[in-house]
């Protein structure tokens, strides 16, 4: 599904709007991944899936960036990897993003018992993360669970985010 995505100094609200559909479209292909067992693949379409919500929510705090941020446009509009940090911090999203690139790096070098390539060691470190993860981003975007049953079992009784 490709969408043109509006510029966000054009339409901000349409950029946003697109980027939470591109998200939930992301995480939702992410799960169906990791149901299959497609762990380094589902890792990616998570990173991908977190760096559009996390554009779409620093469109929505516009305003309180560009106070913090030089060309906050262009970082809205592009949300560069280098910026994802920063940017997640002044969110509010800092662990998120923090995981997310984990997982990143995860997608493209695998597990790695030593430490050296991955952060995680085996598989099954990097399924609690990207669990851990989608969780969140179905609570931020509001996204239906029932992909994330398949893909990580039953999410837990608290609600709580860590």
């Known amino acids: ?67 913090r941020l030089r060309d906050v446009d262009k970082l809205i509009a592009y949300m560069p990897t280098r910026a994802l940090v920063k940017i997640s911090t002044l969110l509010g999203l800092e662990r998120e993003a923090r995981v997310a690139l984990a997982l990143r790096q995860y997608q493209y070098n695998g597990p790695d018992p030593e430490g050296i390539t991955s952060l995680y060691p085996d598989r099954e470190s990097a399924k609690r993360d990207f669990c851990w993860l989608a969780k969140r981003l179905i609570e931020l975007t509001g996204s239906e669970k029932d992909l994330y049953t398949k893909a990580c079992g039953a999410p837990e009784v608290d609600s709580k985010s860590d």
């Open 1 to 67: 599904m490709d969408v043109v995505v509006e510029k966000p100094w054009r339409n901000l609200q349409e950029y946003i709007k697109a980027r939470l559909e591109e998200a939930a479209v992301e995480l939702q292909l992410a799960l169906i991944l990791m149901g299959e067992g497609y762990t380094r693949n589902a890792a990616g379409k998570l990173f991908q899936a977190f760096k559009s919500y996390l554009a779409a929510a620093a469109g929505e705090k516009r305003e309180e960036l560009a106070a």
